[in-house]
């Protein structure tokens, strides 16, 4: 009964490799997140979806590019990785239910460029 | 902007005791919403608590509470009758009602001794 999902869980690639990260949600929201989580532990949103449409897109590089075949689905897709790329990025997904909107995250997935 | 502080960067607790987790955030918007995470050592990040900026009573989930002090614009957590297993980085999250967002604290890494 998982609620949200990221494949994989552990990517290591070399520099100027293009990879994606899977995220799944199984709890029926509307709105889907990709965050940046740095070796400082600081979370930071890259993107937001809302029913399948781009309605956040932070000061991120052209490289990242979010899709959203659905709404239980948002990918990220990363070309010509850089060592600065390297973090853990967490999937999350929240519902408007009365104004709360609590995010709830899948697991992450600990990207490493080398 | 939507401002977040969590002056604690590290806090210890002995087994059994009571702490509290300091958040003070930064808005103009009468309508918001405040998070708690906590991420364990293993990585996930998993919700806590919340509190919508309109409520009349602090809100608590059994051993967690939050102090809630609007004109002070603090939202502190408590935990009570700490365990080994509440060794954690604790966040702070603050949403602005119109916007799909979250802006995260840098965290706080909580050690409960035995």
């Known amino acids: 009964d998982t609620a949200v999902s990221q494949t994989p869980k552990y990517l290591v690639t070399q520099m100027g490799n293009d990879k994606s990260i899977k995220c799944e949600q199984n709890?029926?929201?509307?709105?889907m997140y990709w965050y940046k989580q740095d070796s400082k532990k600081f979370l930071k949103i890259m993107f937001s979806?809302?029913?399948?449409?781009?309605?956040i897109n932070e000061t991120v590089p052209n490289r990242f590019s979010p899709k959203s075949p659905d709404k239980a689905h948002l990918n990220l897709h990363i070309n010509s990785l850089e060592l600065g790329d390297s973090a853990v990025y967490f999937c999350?997904?929240?519902?408007?239910?009365?104004?709360?909107?609590?995010?709830?995250f899948g697991p992450g997935t600990r990207l490493t460029v080398l | 902007a939507q401002k977040i502080t969590q002056t604690q960067p590290g806090m210890f607790v002995q087994e059994k005791e009571a702490v509290t987790l300091d958040c003070t955030y930064d808005t103009s918007d009468p309508s918001y919403g405040l998070f708690w995470y906590k991420q364990p050592s293993s990585g996930e990040m998993i919700f806590l608590i919340y509190?919508?900026?309109?409520?009349?009573q602090n809100a608590t989930e059994g051993r967690y509470s939050l102090n809630f002090q609007k004109a002070r614009k603090s939202a502190n957590l408590v935990i009570s009758a700490s365990q080994l297993g509440d060794s954690a980085m604790y966040f702070c999250?603050?949403?602005?009602?119109?916007?799909?967002?979250?802006?995260f604290g840098s965290g706080t890494k909580l050690n409960v001794k035995p």
């Open positions: 509190q919508g900026s309109y409520d009349q």
């Open positions: 999250a603050i949403r602005h009602r119109n916007f799909n967002k979250f802006y």
């Open positions: 979806y809302n029913n399948k449409e781009l309605i």
């Open positions: 709890l029926g929201h509307d709105t």
């Open positions: 999350a997904s929240s519902l408007r239910d009365r104004g709360r909107d609590t995010q709830y």
